[in-house]
């Protein structure tokens, strides 16, 4: 059956679609796939966020794209059923080709077709602040979940690419910096424009704990990255329950 999308989805699936073709043979064009610290480290932490998920029940990966987050689901979850959920028919197509657990799923974040109280964990990996909808997206999380059921997410801190660029530069990662301008460069190529991103909320520890608490979520306290050598957070990472 094909997913019923929003206008604008469709759209920026068509982008997307562009964006993984490109990528699996000319290298990133995203910025979060040029530091490699960066994806370790963030991942790494919902992965291990997701441990105690009630058993039996598979994982929602949403906005899954290429399949990104696949290293850590077989790391740490091996036997999990995995489905991941994006609009980009050609990201789904790489993300199977890579990685047997996953069940790839083509739609959208605004409606999750799952049935109730179906998901052990729902994981957003530099995804939900892409949501035009946000607490409808939160609202589909918490539906599908079931009581006990885990979520996990990575967020932007506010003003985040600058501070990345500072912390690179205080660190003296020139490879990083010309991989990123590199990677902008590509976006240019393709679409005319550095930002190809149709919504990209990068909002405070407070505002995103409203959104899970209005949701139903019971949130716990954030943790960021990277807080070493005086380096300033770029990333928020939240873990939250659905209740019994």
Known sequence: MTPEFHQSTREVART????YEWQNT????????????????????????????PAGRPFLEVGTGNGNFGPFMEKYHPDRVWFGLDFSIVGLIAAKNHFRQIRPVNGEMLNFPFEDEQIGAVIFADALEHSNDIPTTLAEAYRVLTPGGILVASVPTPDSLNKWKRNALRQTK????????????????????????????????????????DAGFKVEPPTQWPTENGLTPVVQLFRAYKGD
């Not at 796939?33 to 370790?40: G, K, L, T």
């Not at 932490?45 to 105690?52: D, I, P, R």
Request: aromatic share 12%; glycine share 6%; charged share 25%.
């Open 26 to 53: 000319h290298g990133p064009i995203m910025g979060t796939d040029v530091d490699p610290d960066y994806n370790i480290n963030t991942k790494e932490t919902l992965a291990q966020g997701c441990l105690g998920a």
């Open 174 to 213: 020139f490879t990083l910096i010309f991989r990123a301008m590199l990677a902008a460069a590509r976006r240019i190529r393709l679409f005319g424009r550095v930002d190809i991103q149709p919504e990209d909320h990068h909002l405070s520890e407070k505002e995103w704990v409203k959104y899970f608490a």
């Open 16 to 19: 997307y679609d562009l964006v």
